[in-house]
């Protein structure tokens, strides 16, 4: 199974800011939803934020109003958009596209 490429992350200060991108395997017009998860260590993966094809857009509440996901289906991608971000947003963070397969995820570190 071909896997979402994830890439993006990187160490920042707390308040500042970073964009994350998915590439997704094939085409993004065979996926319906796509997400973003993140897993910090000893803690189990949870949903950050998705978006449909249509473009309804979900977020968990820890991260409204500071992270935004959007879709370009020219790229065969999805991004994440995440601003003021807080040292609790520390993870590792994941694309899914199709259930159970992920990809390596990328690491997001936030200083305080």
């Known amino acids: 199974q071909v896997r979402p490429v994830e890439s993006g992350g990187g160490l920042v200060q707390a308040g500042g800011s970073l964009r994350l991108s998915c590439a997704t395997p094939?085409?993004?017009?065979?996926?319906?939803?796509v997400a973003w998860y993140r897993q910090s260590p000893g803690k189990e993966r949870k949903l950050v934020a998705s978006?449909?094809?249509?473009?309804?857009?979900n977020y968990a509440n820890s991260v409204k109003g500071r992270f935004t996901i959007s879709r370009a289906n020219a790229e065969n991608s999805v991004y994440l958009q995440m601003n003021n971000l807080k040292p609790e947003d520390t993870a590792v963070y994941y694309c899914?596209?199709?259930?159970?397969?992920w990809g390596q995820g990328t690491q997001v570190a936030v200083s305080s």
């Open positions: 899914n596209a199709t259930p159970g397969v």
């Open positions: 978006i449909t094809a249509a473009g309804n857009t």
């Open positions: 094939g085409s993004i017009d065979g996926y319906y939803t």
